[in-house]
């Protein structure tokens, strides 16, 4: 199986930049998931609560892994980047960044012991929604020179 990859955004070609914003998208995606098992959110005694959370994360994975799978295989264009993008900063949003929420950045510091480690987690949660707006622009920019 051997996938074609240009970074030219040409209409019909996986875009090499495309697809490593989303790669690092999903590394940073699961450093945060790591920092929600490490403030305690994911219990190892399941809970309506984590299994939610559990069930949230399955699904945010499995849609990166087909969604790459079907952009490489030229069945999805760079739109679809572009609204996961935005669903993603939108969830971000809610969960840590709105008057709404109840974990917001100073819940994160104030979670760990360390503050070395505290600070780690709040730069991953704000390197991740860099990334999400990174890659909502940028393909959001594919898809309108494509479409033209």
């Known amino acids: 199986m051997s996938f074609h990859i240009k970074s030219d ?38 809970t309506m609560g984590s299994v939610l959370t559990i069930v949230f994360n399955v699904a945010i994975y499995a849609a990166i892994g087909i969604g790459l799978y079907l952009y490489l295989r030229r069945r999805i264009g760079p739109l679809f980047w572009a609204f996961f993008a935005g669903a993603g900063l939108g969830a971000l949003w809610l969960g840590h960044l709105s008057p709404f929420t109840d974990q917001p950045p100073q819940y994160i510091l104030r979670a760990y012991d360390s503050a070395a480690a505290g600070w780690l987690a709040l730069t991953c949660l704000f390197a991740l929604a860099l990334a999400l707006i990174a890659g909502a622009l940028y393909a959001e920019y594919l898809w309108a020179r494509a479409s033209r």
């Not at 070609?13 to 403030?39: E, F, K, P």
């Open 9 to 46: 955004g040409v209409k019909g070609m996986a875009d090499r930049r495309l697809v490593a914003i989303v790669i690092l998208t999903a590394l940073l995606s699961l450093g945060h998931t790591a920092d929600h098992i490490c403030r305690g959110d994911v219990r190892f005694s399941l």
